[in-house]
């Protein structure tokens, strides 16, 4: 196995591969693996979007197009003592940039049979993520010695951008996360980080009346309450602008043909796809390589606070301005988006903390910008603020989600123009 961990916040680091090995595929290099083929499509490497090192793989398929890896995919089976829970998982991301309702089904074959299969869903755009479980998530029988991967596209003519494939991968089986590209994930699963999807299909059960002028002027004066405890009013100073700058350039977010590019951003616990690649693993290692997403929306809620802070039509607050958005461009087109849960993402409450107040101060940027609706539902999405529509029936939230989950409810609530759903909340 080739290892290659990154010097921190280095300027080689922030466009190289975050670990190198034999399972693992990126597209690197010039030419492409002599092991991928595609039938009814067009195989390029591509640098227009790219979610590990500066490349990815670029499938343009014709309908029914199929696209194919010829290697050993490295899956193990359980362990059948029970003394290792580990299982074998799937991991790859994909890049969309038109939606369509359909899926594209990937196929795992030894000796060219079909041993077990899974769908993807494309209707989204931006980068988006799969951690699947051979034996608890596919269908099918997964079988050792597996040596051929096939990806079919839909009945329809497409584009996809592939990166940071992992054929096979030991990783703690607790931690995968169902979204609407994969909702039959870790179906079984209860843990409050994880049910973002199941919960996101929950609907009011009482009936949602018409929006009164009163309720509207309550909604002003909380609004106006929750941006009191998240912001104070304070001076701009100019090392605080350069020291955004700085910061703000470290993420190389630049725009071309209508199409947002930069640093690739990832949550803390994509590092446990490593776990079991390489030695001396350090489930911090993103965050010490400065690409973990914590940082970036604090970064971001900085900068909703220096144009609040700054004067109206000013130089700085434009700035800040264009900054914010293009920071939310990025990371929205990163994945942090409705409907989006990164293949594994068991306590991101503590990496999105920044996520919420930010938006939230920039309401009426975001407005301003048509992308407030998105922006609420993104937050909805996180908060899992549709938790609060059943009747409770039982013993309420957890200490836990109540500490991470609480001021991201609040504040997708109150992003939400005035409507019968949010003041009936």
Same mark, same amino acid.
């Given at each position: 196995?080739?290892?290659?961990?990154?010097?921190?916040?280095?300027?080689?680091?922030?466009?190289?591969?975050?670990?190198?090995?034999?399972?693992?595929?990126?597209?690197?290099?010039?030419?492409?693996?002599?092991?991928?083929?595609?039938?009814?499509?067009?195989?390029?490497?591509?640098?227009?979007?790219?979610?590990?090192?500066?490349?990815?793989?670029?499938?343009?398929?014709?309908?029914?197009?199929?696209?194919?890896?010829?290697?050993?995919?490295?899956?193990?089976?359980?362990?059948?003592?029970?003394?290792?829970?580990?299982?074998?998982?799937?991991?790859?991301?994909?890049?969309?940039?038109?939606?369509?309702?359909?899926?594209?089904?990937?196929?795992?074959?030894?000796?060219?049979?079909?041993?077990?299969?899974?769908?993807?869903?494309?209707?989204?755009?931006?980068?988006?993520?799969?951690?699947?479980?051979?034996?608890?998530?596919?269908?099918?029988?997964?079988?050792?010695?597996?040596?051929?991967?096939?990806?079919?596209?839909?009945?329809?003519?497409?584009?996809?951008?592939?990166?940071?494939? #992992? $054929?096979?991968?030991? &990783?703690? *089986?607790?931690?995968?996360?169902? %979204? =609407?590209?994969?909702?039959?994930?870790?179906? +079984?699963?209860?843990?409050?980080?994880?049910?973002?999807?199941?919960?996101?299909?929950?609907?009011?059960?009482?009936?949602?009346?018409?929006?009164?002028?009163?309720?509207?002027?309550?909604?002003?004066?909380?609004?106006?309450?929750?941006?009191?405890?998240?912001?104070?009013?304070?001076? #701009? $100073?100019?090392?605080? &602008?350069? *020291?955004?700058?700085?910061?703000? %350039? =470290?993420?190389?977010?630049?725009?071309?043909? +209508?199409?947002?590019?930069?640093?690739?951003?990832?949550?803390?616990?994509?590092?446990?796809?490593?776990?079991?690649?390489?030695?001396?693993?350090?489930?911090?290692?993103?965050?010490?390589?400065?690409?973990?997403?914590?940082?970036?929306?604090?970064?971001?809620?900085?900068?909703?606070?220096?144009?609040?802070?700054?004067?109206?039509?000013?130089?700085?607050?434009?700035?800040?301005?264009?900054?914010?958005?293009?920071?939310?461009?990025?990371?929205?087109?990163?994945?942090?988006?409705?409907?989006?849960?990164?293949?594994?993402?068991?306590?991101?409450?503590?990496?999105?903390?920044?996520?919420?107040?930010?938006?939230?101060?920039?309401?009426?940027?975001?407005?301003?910008?048509?992308?407030?609706?998105?922006?609420?539902?993104?937050?909805?999405?996180?908060?899992?603020?549709?938790?609060?529509?059943?009747?409770?029936?039982?013993?309420?939230?957890?200490?836990?989600?109540?500490?991470?989950?609480?001021?991201?409810?609040?504040?997708?609530?109150?992003?939400?123009?005035?409507?019968?759903?949010?003041?009936?909340?």
């Amino acid at each position: 196995m080739t290892l290659l961990i990154l010097s921190f916040l280095s300027p080689a680091f922030l466009h190289a591969q975050i670990v190198t090995d034999e399972r693992m595929f990126s597209f690197e290099e010039p030419q492409l693996p002599a092991c991928v083929t595609g039938v009814r499509s067009q195989l390029n490497r591509s640098g227009a979007h790219y979610k590990d090192g500066k490349y990815s793989l670029e499938w343009t398929f014709e309908p029914n197009g199929v696209l194919e890896l010829r290697k050993d995919l490295k899956f193990e089976k359980k362990d059948p003592t029970g003394k290792d829970l580990y299982l074998s998982a799937f991991i790859v991301w994909i890049y969309n940039e038109q939606p369509q309702d359909a899926a594209i089904e990937f196929e795992f074959l030894k000796d060219g049979r079909k041993c077990t299969s899974f769908p993807f869903g494309i209707n989204f755009k931006g980068w988006r993520a799969a951690w699947v479980c051979y034996e608890r998530d596919m269908q099918g029988t997964p079988e050792e010695g597996m040596n051929g991967l096939r990806i079919v596209a839909p009945n329809a003519k497409g584009r996809l951008f592939i990166d940071h494939l #992992i $054929t096979a991968t030991k &990783v703690d *089986a607790r931690q995968q996360t169902a %979204d =609407l590209q994969v909702p039959f994930v870790n179906a +079984g699963t209860t843990n409050h980080w994880l049910v973002l999807y199941k919960h996101s299909l929950l609907k009011p059960d009482i009936e949602l009346t018409p929006v009164s002028d009163s309720q509207r002027q309550e909604m002003r004066l909380l609004e106006r309450r929750f941006r009191d405890m998240i912001y104070t009013k304070g001076k #701009i $100073t100019e090392k605080e &602008v350069e *020291a955004i700058r700085k910061k703000y %350039d =470290l993420y190389r977010i630049t725009y071309k043909d +209508g199409q947002v590019t930069g640093v690739p951003v990832f949550m803390v616990r994509a590092s446990e796809a490593y776990e079991r690649m390489i030695p001396d693993w350090d489930k911090d290692m993103l965050t010490k390589m400065g690409i973990e997403m914590r940082a970036y929306f604090d970064l971001m809620k900085r900068i909703a606070v220096a144009y609040h802070n700054s004067e109206a039509d000013s130089p700085t607050r434009e700035e800040m301005k264009r900054k914010f958005m293009a920071m939310y461009d990025h990371i929205t087109d990163q994945g942090v988006a409705y409907g989006s849960c990164w293949g594994n993402i068991h306590h991101y409450g503590y990496s999105v903390r920044g996520l919420y107040p930010a938006y939230f101060l920039m309401k009426d940027v975001l407005r301003d910008e048509g992308k407030l609706l998105e922006a609420e539902r993104t937050l909805r999405w996180y908060a899992i603020t549709n938790e609060v529509y059943p009747k409770p029936e039982g013993n309420g939230i957890d200490m836990d989600s109540f500490n991470t989950q609480t001021t991201g409810r609040i504040a997708s609530i109150l992003m939400m123009e005035d409507t019968p759903r949010n003041c009936n909340i």
